[in-house]
């Protein structure tokens, strides 16, 4: 996601959607991004955003599904680890699309979808006990077609790797997940998008 992020950002207003607990804000700033708001569902996660970038950013409880945000606010929006909570793909990138300006640009990132096929889930502890959370699994090809039907345009697809000198000697995981690519990072242009979804209502900023 880094490395498909310009360095420079100064002018430019950053959109994090799904922020979290607001790394990439945090990176938006430091890259000199002019204003930067961070949209999440949680505000648990938001109170974490806030610890991280402080009154640097706006935080906005929010989902992926009707952001808060006015159309064409961003220049860049950013989207990681999040499209993998909402099942339909194309509902979500239309929305991180209309609140992107005209020539602007999406970066998203989830976990890959082989994991799917290799059984992995998203899991945390707590304690004891071991919570799964819902999960969506986007085939590339379903990428394709979403972007396709909302003509939003690829300009890069990377699948990286694992590396194993930043897995930690204890870490209990498939061992397969060291061939198979960990996630799917995806940048988008903004093109006649906004000819398309016109007429949809946005509310907020």
């Known amino acids: 996601m880094l490395s498909l992020l310009p ?3 100064a002018g430019t207003r950053i959109l994090d959607a799904g922020c979290g ?7 938006s700033l430091d890259r000199g991004a002019s204003e930067v708001i961070g949209i ?8 974490k955003a806030g610890g991280e970038v402080g009154n640097k950013a706006r935080l906005i409880c929010g989902n992926l599904e009707a952001i808060p945000i006015a159309s064409g606010w961003a220049g860049i ?24 300006k005209e020539g602007g640009i999406i970066l998203c990132s989830d976990f890959h979808p082989i994991g799917e096929s290799l059984g992995w889930r998203r899991e945390f502890r707590s304690g004891d006990t ?4 819902a999960h969506f699994a986007h085939s590339l090809e379903e990428w394709q077609q979403s972007c396709e039907a909302l003509s939003l345009r690829i ?9 194993p ?22 940048r988008l242009q903004i093109g006649n998008l906004k000819s398309k979804i ?3 209502k946005s509310n907020g900023i």
């Open 7 to 9: 360095a420079d950002l």
């Open 21 to 27: 607990s607001g790394r990439y804000l945090k990176h």
């Open 40 to 47: 999440d569902l949680s505000p648990e996660m938001l109170a």
């Open 77 to 100: 929006t950013i989207c990681a680890l999040a499209l993998g909570h909402v099942e339909n793909l194309t509902q979500s990138l239309a929305e991180l699309g209309r609140v992107t």
């Open 130 to 133: 071991i919570y799964a959370v």
């Open 155 to 163: 300009t890069h697809t990377l699948e990286p790797h694992l590396d």
């Open 165 to 186: 000198e930043e897995i930690s000697r204890d870490a209990k995981f498939d061992p397969r997940a060291l061939e198979a690519p960990a996630a799917v990072v995806v």
């Open 198 to 200: 016109k007429n949809q």
